[in-house]
T-cell receptor, first 116, second 115 residues
């Protein structure tokens, strides 16, 4: 079974600085996918970025990039030029295939606080 | 573009009562998921529908829980004889599932509090 580990319960960063949120994963599958979601205090899970195991390039989406190190089984999220609105819980998740669809297995999350 | 809609946003009920939550997915999405999230944890998978068929259920889904998706559109999640441990955020997500990199789109969730 897949497992996601996020070792940073909380992170505090000054506005405009870059921040790296750690995520390590465990799977025996050769083909897999990793997702990052943001959850503000309102509760909605917002999709940020996706990395496939066979993708040769690290994924990027605007200020978000994924530092994917396959051999180390890590998929860290990098947020550049942090903003106050980035304060939220961040979850790393792995796709687990079930009956032709994707069940997401989530880590415990990291609470990011951006200080002005 | 209408996102995933969940109703109600909050539900407070006494132990032993039945509750029902509703989820309206993004209209063109044929796949629908329910997750449960307790305080300080990541969401945990409960069940999955492809169109109207319920294809997968987690062991977390005891026999007090039942989910339906009639006609493959909206879905309901019912909890019978609620217990204190049922207090959580219940999240619904949908996806088109066409490609493996398709993300699941989540609603705002229903927060259930059992008194």
């Amino acid at each position: 079974a897949q497992k996601i580990t996020q070792t940073q319960p909380g992170m505090f960063v000054q506005e405009k600085e870059a921040v790296t949120l750690d995520c390590t994963y465990d799977t025996s599958d050769q083909s897999y996918g990793l997702f990052w979601y943001k959850q503000p205090s309102s509760g909605e899970m917002i999709f940020l970025i996706y990395q496939g195991s066979y993708d040769e390039q690290n994924a990027t989406e605007g200020r978000y990039s994924l530092n994917f190190q396959k051999a180390r089984k890590s998929a860290n999220l990098v947020i550049s030029a942090s903003q106050l609105g980035d304060s939220a819980m961040y979850f790393c998740a792995m796709r687990e295939l079930i009956q032709g669809a994707q069940k997401l297995v989530f880590g415990q999350g990291t609470r990011l606080t951006i200080n002005p | 573009d209408t996102g995933v809609s969940q109703d109600p946003r909050h539900k407070i009920t006494k132990r032993g009562q039945n509750v029902t939550f509703r989820c309206d997915p993004i209209s063109e999405h044929n796949r629908l998921y329910w997750y449960r999230q307790t305080l300080g944890q990541g969401p945990e998978f409960l069940t999955y529908f492809q169109n109207e068929a319920q294809l997968e259920k987690s062991r977390l889904l005891s026999d007090r829980f039942s989910a339906e998706r009639p006609k493959g559109s909206f879905s309901t999640l019912e909890i019978q004889r609620t217990e204190q441990g049922d207090s959580a955020m219940y999240l619904c997500a949908s996806s088109s599932g066409t490609y493996s990199n398709q993300p699941q789109h989540f609603g705002d969730g229903t927060r259930l509090s059992i008194l």
